[in-house]
Nanobody
Framework: VQLQAYGGGLVQAGGSLRLSCAASGRAFSTYAVGWFRQAPGEDREFVGGFSRGGSVAMYADSVKGRFTISRDNAKKTVYLQMNNLRPEDTAVYFC???????????????????WGQGTLVTVSS
């Protein structure tokens, strides 16, 4: 599986963006997918993710109620809908996938075998 993330941009605080993570390869529907972000000088941070099969989602506390992950297996795409954006959401956002990850490891970057390139989200105050 190869991943490509896109949809970033500049938005004012309180605005919305939708990121997409498009996958190539077979059996993507069986992969767990995670979204991470990394601000300058910071470690990569878990945002949210789907377990394998996409039946259960997990979110970081900092984005709960504002961000929503969805998945279209027919299009091999996972989305990250971001609402009520804040300046502290500014970061490069990455998607990642794994065919072997377990639910409890969704938050751990090293659990993922495949990463897409990042897409920059900038939230102005």
């Amino acid at each position: 599986v190869q991943l490509q993330a896109y949809g970033g941009g500049l938005v004012q605080a309180g605005g919305s963006l939708r990121l997409s993570c498009a996958a190539s390869g077979r059996a993507f529907s069986t992969y767990a997918v995670g979204w991470f972000r990394q601000a300058p000088g910071e470690d990569r941070e878990f945002v949210g993710g789907f377990s394998r099969g996409g039946s259960v989602a997990m979110y970081a506390d900092s984005v709960k109620g504002r961000f929503t992950i969805s998945r279209d297996n027919a299009k091999k795409t996972v989305y990250l809908q971001m609402n009520n954006l804040r300046p502290e959401d500014t970061a490069v956002y990455f998607c990642a996938a794994s065919s072997t990850i377990i639910y409890s490891s969704l938050r751990v970057p090293s659990s993922y075998s495949t990463w897409g390139q990042g897409t920059l989200v900038t939230v102005s105050s």
